[in-house]
């Protein structure tokens, strides 16, 4: 993956929070969280196959329904950052959870992926391969004709 990635999309949350959690929400996002309880997250992250987490570059969105990238270069692992704010939120609210996807392009041709929020609540990061585009019939704008790409 390419040094620097750029996110479309949001996350938002599986029940409307309480000012009380939105609260705690900001704080988690000013990286404001206590070295023990960021060590227990990053154990989680690890558990889960990613690395530890350094910076969350996450942002609650201007409408506070919807987490979404903050826009900070050289980030790359958006599914860590979203399951350390998911562990460290159910540590104060145990039915916490995020829904929603987001699609990723890093600096590299083919380097895309998307990061999902599966059943259980728990990021998952799953790469695009380029075969899934062009694989596809296309259909030409300009006259509406469809046809094959060839592998050549």
Known sequence: MGYSTAYKGKF??????TFPQLAVLKTILDESTNK???????????????????????????????????????????ENSLNFLTFVMRKYYEDFSLTGFCLAQGEEVGDIWRCYINKDGIAIREDISLESFTKKPVKCPHCGESFEPSDQ
Do not use: M
């Open 36 to 78: 023990e309880l960021v060590a227990e997250a990053n154990a989680f992250v690890r558990s889960l196959g990613g690395d530890p987490v350094r910076y969350l570059c996450l942002q609650l969105s201007k409408d506070q329904k919807h987490v979404e990238w903050d826009g900070g270069e050289k980030f790359n692992d958006i």
């Open 12 to 17: 938002g949350f599986k029940n409307e929070l």
